[in-house]
T-cell receptor, first 112, second 113 residues
Framework: EDQVTQSPEALRLQEGESSSLNCSYT??????LFWYRQDPGKGPEFLFT???AGEEKEKERLKATLTKKESFLHITAPKPEDSATYLC?????????????FGSGTRLQVQP | DSGVTQTPKHLITATGQRVTLRCSPR?????VYWYQQSLDQGLQFLIQ???????AKGNILERFSAQQFPDLHSELNLSSLELGDSALYFC????????????FGSGTQLSVL
């Protein structure tokens, strides 16, 4: 069974304190790994897609990386507006099961 | 604004009732996905439609059904509601039919009392 596990469940950082969020996965053939950001009361917002081990994507203070077993979302010098829940999701190769499987998320709070 | 519109934003109903949630995808998107998000289960995939036809099914209960109309909007019907059905229901859309980058609506918060 496909599994996506995110850690930590919650993370509190001071403004400017860099850290990383982890997403480990066990799937039968990874087609892509996705990162989304979700603010309270809103739908998830797309951040990145990674397709192969070694791939990296960057956007402002965020950088996502991918290995064969896990993905990291690195947050450099975060600001309070980066506070949100970060979700990772996997898409597998099976064309009959292409819908994204989401992890439970990491709730990030950045304090000024 | 993702371009995906969901109505209503909030819905309060009683056990045993039936409700309909509506979703309009982004202009040009052919796929619509329905997800359920609860505190203990996270974001769970329910069902996907592509250009009017069912494409994939996830953990959708038999009491739930969905359809996509010729104008591509979609409706999720929930019947014989139970307390445990209380959750945030999201609709998402994408251009193609293979679950690539999704654009989510703001959700419908369903409370079953």
């Amino acid at each position: 069974e496909d599994q996506v596990t995110q850690s930590p469940e919650a993370l509190r950082l001071q403004e400017g304190e860099s850290s990383s969020l982890n997403c480990s996965y066990t799937v039968s053939g990874l087609r892509g790994l996705f990162w989304y950001r979700q603010d309270p009361g809103k739908g998830p917002e797309f951040l990145f897609t990674l397709y192969s081990a070694g791939e990296e994507k960057e956007k402002e203070r965020l950088k996502a990386t991918l290995t064969k077993k896990e993905s990291f979302l690195h947050i450099t010098a975060p600001k309070p507006e980066d506070s949100a829940t970060y979700l990772c999701a996997v898409q597998i190769m099976d064309t009959g099961r292409r819908a994204l499987t989401f992890g439970s998320g990491t709730r990030l709070q950045v304090q000024p | 604004d993702s371009g995906v519109t969901q109505t209503p934003k909030h819905l309060i109903t009683a056990t045993g009732q039936r409700v309909t949630l509506r979703c309009s995808p982004r202009s040009g998107d052919l796929s619509v996905y329905w997800y359920q998000q609860s505190l203990d289960q996270g974001l769970q995939f329910l069902i996907q439609y592509y250009n009017g036809e069912e494409r994939a099914k996830g953990n959708i209960l038999e009491r739930f059904s969905a359809q996509q109309f010729p104008d591509l909007h979609s409706e999720l019907n929930l019947s014989s509601l139970e307390l445990g059905d209380s959750a945030l229901y999201f609709c998402a859309s994408s251009v193609g039919g293979f679950g690539e980058k999704l654009f989510f609506g703001s959700g419908t918060q369903l409370s079953v009392l």
